[in-house]
């Protein structure tokens, strides 16, 4: 069976921490994807990586970073946690190409007080 | 850029009656659409897609919907709800033209509502 797991599902951060999400895909697949998910606004791309090593802005990179040094391991980064970061991060994975499927995790959810 | 615009925020039914989630794309140029179910504190899940061929396609859970290129519309229907069709249902398109063409860009989001 398809499994995206995160790491942590809640977790609570200062102001000015550095946040680590980690997420990882058992399906070998080459896309891997961050979301955010408010109320309201539904769920919008932070970073999508297409393989090992690359990366690409989605349309909310301000104040993230990615990384990806293995192919089943997608980590977002908070370099310095703000209180307006306080959100629902998905993680997901797919196969190359247009198309097919996203998987989704079950969601990490972030406060920053 | 693409956007999805999901009409409606909230829609409130009684068990047994039909449902219609209603959801519009921006552009006409080849897109894939997808809709998307989010039960609560769970991740989302796949309820059906639409790359090409029949433009009514059928998804889980007795859920289908129809593509018109005309109105550039994706709606989601079901001919007789549960309660247990209570969730929040996201439209998605894959942006084709963008670097990052497999993202999906997705609506805002629908809470269907199920009462008895």
């Known amino acids: 069976d398809v499994k995206v797991t995160q790491s942590s599902r809640y977790l609570v951060k200062r102001t000015g921490e550095k946040v680590f999400l980690e997420c990882v895909q058992d399906m070998d697949h080459e896309n891997m994807f961050w979301y955010r998910q408010d109320p309201g606004l539904g769920l919008r791309l932070i970073y999508f990586s297409y393989d090992v090593k690359m990366k690409e802005k989605g349309d909310i990179p301000e104040g993230y970073s990615v990384s990806r040094e293995k192919k089943e391991r997608f980590s977002l980064i908070l370099e310095s946690a703000s209180t307006n970061q306080t959100s629902m991060y998905l993680c997901?994975?797919?196969?190359?190409?247009?198309?097919?499927?996203?998987?989704f995790g079950e969601g990490s959810w972030l406060t920053v007080v | 850029a693409q956007s999805v615009t999901q009409l409606d925020s909230q829609v409130p039914v009684f068990e047994e009656a039909p449902v219609e989630l209603r959801c519009n794309y921006s552009s006409s140029v080849s897109v894939y659409l997808f809709w998307y179910v989010q039960y609560p504190n769970q991740g989302l899940q796949l309820l059906l897609k639409?790359?090409?061929?029949?433009?009514l396609v059928k998804g889980i859970n007795g859920f289908e919907a129809e593509f018109n290129k005309s109105q550039t519309s994706f709606h989601l229907r079901k001919p007789s709800v549960h309660i247990s069709d209570t969730a929040e249902y996201f439209c998605?398109?894959?942006?084709?033209?963008?670097?990052?063409?497999?993202?999906?860009?997705f609506g805002k989001g629908t809470t269907l509502s199920v009462s008895s």
């Open positions: 997901a994975s797919s196969l190359r190409g247009s198309g097919n499927t996203i998987y």
């Open positions: 639409y790359l090409s061929g029949s433009t």
């Open positions: 998605a398109v894959s942006d084709l033209s963008r670097q990052a063409g497999t993202a999906l860009i």
